[in-house]
């Protein structure tokens, strides 16, 4: 059954282990202070239909065990820490990213100052970007440190005014909006999801970045997508779903817009979302404002939204608003 959209997050003023057990949705987690001292930290979720996002921040060294997800894989990430992570035995950095299969045991020890990150999401949208978990170790990224980051902080920017009531310690608060619909909340998630995927596509020991791409097998991936995008009329798609229409996995559908524009389909898909705003813009035909506009395209972080804008097109939203017909 598909989960209702919510945005919530818990302040923790001291140590309560039932209060941390359930630390992320549909797993339930035992946890051990290991260090001596006033403990203090902050658990956030939000849920759309097939998708959950938990954060926590703890400024103690923690022991965390238990069991994640039954029926969604867990994408967790160390965002950062004073020191090393341990996890089932092994260090991790910050920036490692790990894949548990549903149901899987979780066994970390965290550093002082932890943040950590999780999104759980059904397997179908794992397989349909070309990542199968079946034989793969569960530390599929544990050698992609420093090019996780600055990736994963970049996402987290564009969706913090939707998901801000658990994000806002870990990004700087930029634009804010009203609480989020569900349909905004699952576009957020879309978008962060996307990212993550993305850089494991690449990265991943389990996906297929190294196979050569011949150029007819890019030109017919390119030419699917192309086609599909055209067929559902909007360019607000999952990253996935391009995949799916196109028929291939999502390293080869990136290495594949890069050679024919130039650009990965991540980037293609905001200039597409982009070019909406503003020809909704220059026709003028509602009262629309350009949030109204923008955020209806999935353009959450208006300030960042309004520069990438500018940049693209060498004028605000507003002046092209304001241009006469």
């Known amino acids: 059954m598909a989960s209702p959209a919510a945005v919530h997050a818990s302040v923790l003023l001291d140590f309560d282990p039932d209060r941390m057990q359930l630390a992320l949705q549909d797993g339930v987690l035992e946890h051990l202070q290991l260090e001596s001292g006033q403990f203090r930290g902050r658990i956030g979720h939000s849920a759309s239909a097939d998708c959950r996002v938990d954060w926590g921040r703890y400024n103690l060294s923690l022991l965390a065990r238990g069991d994640l997800s039954r029926d969604r894989v ?7 820490g004073q020191g090393a992570w341990r996890v089932h035995g092994r260090d991790a950095l910050c920036g490692d990213v790990l894949v ?7 066994l970390a020890v965290l ?14 949208r794992l397989e349909a970007a070309g990542l199968q978990l079946q034989g793969c170790p569960s530390r599929m990224a544990g050698r992609v440190r420093a090019g996780l980051l600055p990736v994963l902080h ?19 608060p930029g634009s804010s909006l009203a609480p989020a619909s569900g349909a905004v909340l ?7 999801v996307d990212a993550l995927l993305s850089h494991l596509a690449c990265h991943s020991p ?10 007819g097998e890019r030109w017919h ?17 999952r990253i996935e779903a391009l995949c799916t229409a196109a028929c291939t996995s999502l390293s080869r559908l990136e290495r594949a817009f890069r050679e024919t524009f130039g650009v990965g389909p991540r980037r293609y898909l905001t200039l597409r979302r982009l070019a909406a705003v503003r020809r909704e813009l220059l026709r003028r035909e509602s009262r629309s404002s350009v949030t109204d506009v923008a955020t209806r395209w999935g353009f959450f972080h208006l300030g960042r939204f309004g520069q990438d804008y500018k940049a693209l097109f060498g ?7 304001r241009v006469p017909g």
Do not use: F, K, N
């Open 74 to 80: 867990t994408i967790a990430m160390a965002v950062q």
């Open 186 to 192: 699952a576009q957020a998630h879309d978008q962060l």
């Open 315 to 321: 004028e605000s939203p507003s002046q092209t608003l």
């Open 206 to 215: 389990c996906g297929d970045a190294g196979l050569p791409l011949s150029p």
């Open 111 to 124: 550093p002082p100052q932890a943040q950590w990150l999780s999104v759980q999401v059904p397997r179908a």
């Open 100 to 106: 548990y299969a549903e149901g899987s045991e979780l």
């Open 221 to 237: 991936v390119v030419r699917r997508a192309e086609q599909y995008l055209a067929d559902c009329g909007e360019p607000s798609v």
């Open 154 to 172: 970049s996402a987290l920017a564009d969706v913090q005014p939707v998901l801000s009531p658990i994000l806002s310690p870990v990004i700087v």
